[in-house]
């Protein structure tokens, strides 16, 4: 049965080569931004979820905006 | 810089909070009753609508989207709103959201002890519930997305991907696997049949538990399990790696519940090999959770969140090691259809969603209530009883999952079946039935100490339904992080990255189904494989009504131990006229694909009154009741169009005739029942039901069986 299906389909040898190509590429694509990543930002990220959820009287705005985003501001 | 003043929706979170609470003590309370039905199956009281076929779907169901689904919202409407720095886009589609799925959780309860049902695994709801589902959802998603595009910060937490992927993924699969023609109001035929049916199915159904059951938890995860241990994640870039891999991988693991099945042997194989690369990912993130508190294991010995959350992911990593072992096609012949696959999902249910559930429900209540927990000693007890539960259940299960398979394939030295009788192998397992039930005790026992403690906790505290807060608007200004790539290419965007997602998810199911859909010519066709008589197709409704199929498959393997006790192993030219098809998933009793011919009429119509006169000991129901209920033919002639109308060769006008061809098979059972001394009405329930049962299986030992290509 196995023959009947692969041989029924044309061109079926490249199925599966193409998605695991599709899958290769975009998953080197990740590490490579992964790898050159501006650090500072994974921290943010990082903390996203610690930052209080009102700034309301907690912190002064230099603090919560992050010193790169200050300087730019 | 102007801070914005705004406020947390915190209503609807407690709305969701109290319906987890609620659905969840539902949903385990039944899977009780239907666990203790397994060695006491007087317990259905010959009553339908508690018999073990129609209610087990319902405990999945309550558990799976009521239980497991609120505990999605409720922990999706906190954590997006305070991740994004807003409250939700609209108050009345939050509102729109919670009222309606409770409305289709009300639904499915009434609906599926009717045996309103599909049959399919976890989308058993009929048509019109389906479509208030893809509403519902669409409310959700535009809740979501509307709340994210008016977001006060900038970048997008990695939770918030994790729900972006399971909204769009759910959306595809509940689609793609709804396609239904209607009869009536509440019956619908799925358009695929047999084969291309299953891989739906279990495309659906394998996802279902990959973008309902674990990418929103691992969202939830990442929100939660840093804000109880009061540090960042382990790692940020470890997060993304395993995101993406994940909703890449998952989506084409679904052929693994169908091995030596029917299906195209070339399926099975990619199903094998993207579950076993699965692994990487699923680890990726437990290590990530795990890893969360490293230096700080001594918090949890005195933190009870973190105790629930530490088991939950530990049992999230078993269940994703377990899964890729049990997609190993020699592993899986021993393991499908036994109690082995029953406890590896309740690891995962028990474990995974219900502990961190309960891990969230923890920390969150006394957060919105702003008090302490009302008691940590009735929450250690809790965790305790709970963990405990779980070890009980999965070991007993383990256990009898094993002693069963290889009792079902043990051969004497002779060389025929040392357990010819399916009935021997499951009176051997009946103790460690009675030990899950046991196990399932303990941790309802948890849950309703939960449910105490908390409402103890916000009893003591008071609520506030808005919570005001301030935050910066988001202002668009040049991004600071400037070295190397930019990040803001894709997880600044969520449309792009809805876009991604939706492309990642894609790709596996099309190259799965539309080989497997388009050489539909080419299925090895059986000539004599002919469709449906008018009062069969009524008695597989009737199969379909009681859930027949949630104890018993229609798919003998290819195994000698198999063929030896079922017969001929199953093609999957048999099943082209099978809308929807009946595999089935677990043996709780025999395979019936060969059962057609092997009794006499009358033994069915005993063993369905009573299954204990035929088979002494036996767990199977009594279905009393198909002996006295009329049967309904008034939708014959709907039913033949509709079957015409999805493929099914019925000849042009035939729907006139059926009726008349239905009541001749009748009238031909009941005479032979009665010849036997059945009191048999030719009207009643029970003759479609036997002239189906002795259908099964029988058109390949025709005298013209061939197969053409």
């Not at chain 2, 696997?177 to 619908?188: D, H, Q």
């Not at chain 2, 040392?418 to 051997?428: A, H």
């Not at chain 2, 908390?454 to 807060?469: C, P, V």
């Not at chain 2, 098809?581 to 009573?610: A, I, Q």
Request: aromatic share 16%.
């Amino acid at each position: 049965m196995f023959k009947d299906y692969l041989q029924s389909i044309e061109g079926v040898e490249f199925y599966a080569t193409i998605s695991m190509l599709i899958f290769i590429s975009f998953f080197i694509v990740i590490i490579l931004w992964l790898i050159k990543v501006d650090k500072h930002y994974i921290k943010k990220m990082k903390e996203l979820p610690l930052e209080p959820d009102s700034y309301q009287a907690v912190l002064k705005p230099k603090e919560f905006s992050g010193k790169k985003n200050e300087s730019k501001i | 810089m102007e801070l914005e003043k705004f406020s947390y929706d915190n209503g609807i979170v407690r709305k969701f909070a109290f319906a987890t609470v609620l659905w969840g003590v539902v949903g385990m309370l039944v899977g009780l009753l239907i666990a203790t039905q397994l060695f006491a199956p007087a317990l259905n009281f010959n009553i339908p609508f508690l018999t073990f076929g129609r209610i087990r779907p319902l405990h999945t169901n309550a558990v799976i989207f009521a239980f497991v689904g609120n505990a999605i919202f409720m922990g999706i409407y906190y954590s997006l709103q305070r991740l994004c720095k807003a409250r939700m886009f609209s108050d009345l589609f939050s509102n729109i959201h919670f009222w309606g799925w409770q409305l289709i959780i009300v639904s499915a309860a009434i609906t599926l002890p009717l045996g309103i049902t599909t049959s399919k695994e976890y989308a058993e709801l009929e048509w019109p519930i389906d479509i208030v589902i893809a509403l519902v959802w669409i409310a959700f998603g535009i809740n979501m997305f509307g709340t994210i595009l008016k977001r006060r910060e900038k970048h997008m937490y990695v939770a918030i991907w994790f729900y972006i992927a399971t909204w769009v993924t759910v959306t595809v699969l509940h689609v793609v696997n709804s396609i239904e023609i209607p009869v009536s109001f509440l019956k619908s035929y799925p358009i695929y049949a047999g084969v291309q049916d299953a891989l739906v199915q279990w495309w659906y159904g394998h996802n279902a538990v990959a973008f309902f059951l674990t990418t929103p938890f691992l969202g939830l995860m990442y929100y939660y399990l840093p804000k109880a241990a009061n540090r960042p994640v382990y790692s940020y870039k470890l997060s993304i790696v395993h995101f993406w891999t994940l909703i890449f991988i998952y989506i084409w693991a679904g052929p693994h519940h169908l091995l030596y099945s029917a299906l195209p042997d070339w399926v099975q194989s990619l199903g094998t090999v993207f579950s076993i690369m699965l692994i990487a990912p699923s680890w990726g993130g437990m290590i990530n959770g795990l890893l969360t508190l490293r230096g700080a294991w001594d918090r949890v010995r005195e933190n009870p969140v973190l105790k629930f959350m530490v088991i939950a992911v530990t049992a999230y990593g078993m269940a994703t090691f377990e899964g890729p072992m049990l997609s190993l096609k020699n592993v899986n012949a021993i393991a499908h259809f036994t109690d082995w696959i029953i406890s590896h999902v309740h690891i995962g249910a028990l474990g995974w969603n219900g502990f961190l559930t309960f891990g969230i429900l923890y920390w969150l209540i006394p957060k919105l209530w702003k008090t302490g927990l009302y008691s940590k000693k009735l929450a250690n007890f809790h965790f305790w009883i709970g963990t405990l539960g779980i070890v009980f259940y999965a070991s007993s299960m383990y256990w009898s999952g094993i002693t069963q398979s290889l009792m079902w394939k043990q051969f004497t030295p002779l060389g025929v079946l040392q357990y010819p009788n399916f009935l021997e192998t499951v009176l051997q397992i009946i103790p460690m039935y009675i030990i899950r039930m046991i196990g399932g005790s303990l941790y309802f026992v948890g849950t309703i100490v939960m449910v105490y403690n908390l409402i103890k906790t916000a009893r003591q505290g008071s609520f506030q339904k808005d919570e005001a807060a301030e935050a910066p608007a988001l202002i668009k200004i040049d991004d600071p992080f400037k070295k190397g790539i930019r990040h803001r290419w894709l997880e600044g965007k969520p449309i792009y990255f809805l876009f991604l997602a939706l492309v990642a998810i894609l790709i596996g199911g099309i190259i799965e189904f539309v080989p497997t859909f388009l050489i539909k010519s080419n299925i090895p066709t059986i000539a004599s494989v002919k469709p449906y008589t008018p009062l069969e197709l009524q008695g597989r409704d009737i199969y379909i009504r009681e859930a027949c199929n949630s104890c018993h498959s229609q798919l003998v393997r290819p195994f000698r131990s198999e063929t030896e006790r079922y017969g001929e192993y199953s093609k999957a030219g048999e099943y082209v006229y099978d809308h929807p098809f009946l595999w089935g998933s677990k043996r709780t009793g025999p395979d019936l694909h060969r059962v057609g011919g092997k009794y006499p009429n009358f033994w069915h119509y005993l063993h369905m009154e009573n299954p204990g006169s035929m088979s002494p000991g036996s767990i199977m129901p009594s279905y009393p009741w198909l002996l006295t209920n009329d049967l309904d033919v008034s939708n014959t002639s709907k039913k033949i169009n509709v079957m015409r109308s999805i493929g099914v060769p019925y000849p042009d006008g035939y729907e006139e005739f059926a009726i008349q061809d239905l009541h001749a098979q009748a009238e031909e059972i009941t005479l032979d029942l009665q010849k036997s001394g059945a009191p048999a009405e030719a009207n009643k329930e029970i003759i479609a039901l036997i002239a189906y049962l002795q259908r099964l299986g029988r058109d390949i030992k025709a005298k013209n069986y061939s197969t053409n290509k």
